[in-house]
């Protein structure tokens, strides 16, 4: 352990989803902390835009779809001849279906009419993504005898998700365009299943594995949406992008070394409630 125990100088962390609005403020956080980024991302022109912004350290563009098990191996693959060494992982790709007047039609079925394909898209990317993710960097993990995983879960892995926010004002009963998905709220909530599985299978290995679990960002929603989520929380507001950043940054280092199996949980008070 270093001196400073949030230090990840020249520590290599393969972030999934870092090209998007979350993923790329992790690898920037990351980047200042001294570590080797690299940014996996199904979209590769924006996994290069993200690298190439980082200063500090080498951040690597990869184009990677986590729910294909040959393009997941070639992540960790471009990583090892990259780096020589994965020494983090951060699972945090998902699809997230946001309340947005331009969602598409298919993000407002109700339970009863959400189709089968979008289920299994869902489980695909959050949770399969994960646990390929998860195979293919422990290779490299277990011959070195330390690693970090980290699995972004949500709260509503933690509690069910509250429909009466994606609910206009003024609407009555069951008139609403958007639910937040089923297939939303059950990978999350597994996501914590895999975490603490893994943690209890690799005991003794070196490799930690946590979740972290985030409340809802600001980011372009209504004005309405965003009243009704700040008065269903204590601290009586959304986050801000750049909050989770310190929270994978201490699961990824020496500061929680003595934690695995955990899940931290950063949602402004929301499952106080």
């Not at 403020?25 to 991302?41: F, K, P």
């Not at 040959?70 to 994965?86: H, K, N």
């Not at 937040?180 to 709220?185: D, E, L, Q």
């Not at 972290?212 to 507001?237: C, I, S």
Request: hydrophobic share 40%; with cysteine.
């Amino acid at each position: 352990m270093s001196a400073d125990p949030f230090d990840l100088q020249g520590r290599v962390v393969i972030v999934t989803g870092g090209a998007g609005m979350l993923g790329a403020q992790y690898v920037r956080a990351l980047a200042d902390a001294g570590a080797h980024a690299v940014v996996a991302d199904v979209d590769g022109e924006r996994a290069e835009k993200v690298a190439s912004s980082v200063t500090g350290a080498r951040a690597l563009p990869l184009a990677a779809d986590v729910s294909r098990p040959d393009s997941v191996r070639e992540m960790v693959r471009g990583t090892l001849e990259e780096f020589g060494r994965v020494d983090g992982l951060v699972n945090n790709a998902a699809l997230d279906p946001k309340v947005d007047p331009e969602s598409p039609p298919e993000h407002g079925d109700r339970f009863e009419d959400y189709p089968l394909d979008l289920w299994n898209r869902q489980l695909a990317v959050d949770l399969t993504g994960a646990f390929l993710c998860a195979q293919a960097v422990a290779p490299p993990m277990l011959a070195e005898r330390r690693g970090s995983i980290v699995n972004v879960s949500s709260i509503y892995g933690v509690v069910g998700p509250d429909q009466r926010l994606y609910r206009e004002e003024g609407s009555e009963g069951g008139d609403q365009a958007f639910f937040k998905p089923v297939s939303y709220s059950v990978t999350k909530a597994a996501l914590l299943g895999l975490t603490r599985y893994l943690a209890a299978y690799w005991a003794g290995t070196g490799i930690r594995v946590n979740a972290l679990t985030p409340g809802g960002v600001r980011a372009g929603q209504n004005d309405g949406f965003v009243r009704r989520y700040a008065a269903r929380t204590p601290l009586g507001r959304m986050a801000r992008p750049d909050e989770y950043s310190a929270a994978v940054r201490f699961l990824l280092s020496d500061a929680s070394s003595y934690m695995t199996g955990g899940n931290l949980v950063v949602d402004g008070g929301w499952t106080a409630w």
